[in-house]
């Protein structure tokens, strides 16, 4: 049985830093593309960042780029969300998903996998 938890996210101040962890269990991180997604309230969910595993490329949306970044630990079967400069907008509930043949900025390829979400809140 596949499982994907997300941890790491929080409250915290406009401009301030978060990381997201994503570890995964009964599924291995290699040869296909993980992403982040988040959802705020009343908005569609979106792409923010993915990679194609083990080591690349990545793809953001305009909305993150040059202030999140993602990541992939394969020793821990873990991938990362870095966080920086965060904003108000930024607000919403993250979710990793995993497992789609192909990767792009525009996160529109099927994720066989997902996890359950945390709240990132940030404050002005």
């Known amino acids: 049985q596949v499982q994907l938890v997300e941890s790491g996210g929080g409250s915290v101040q406009a401009g301030g830093s978060l990381r997201l962890a994503c570890a995964a269990s009964?599924?291995?991180?290699?040869?296909?593309?993980i992403a982040w997604f988040r959802q705020a309230p009343g908005k569609e969910r979106e792409g923010v960042a993915a990679?194609?595993?083990?080591?690349?490329?990545?793809y953001y949306s305009d909305s993150v780029k040059g202030r999140f970044t993602i990541s992939l630990d394969n020793g821990k079967n873990t991938m990362y969300l870095q966080m920086n400069s965060l904003r108000p907008e930024d607000t919403a509930m993250y979710y990793c998903?995993?497992?789609?043949?192909?990767?792009?900025?525009?996160?529109?390829?099927?994720?066989?996998?997902w996890g359950q979400g945390t709240q990132v809140t940030v404050s002005s």
């Open positions: 998903a995993a497992n789609s043949p192909v990767c792009g900025a525009r996160f529109r390829a099927p994720f066989s996998y």
């Open positions: 009964g599924y291995t991180y290699s040869g296909n593309c």
């Open positions: 990679i194609y595993t083990p080591s690349g490329p990545t």
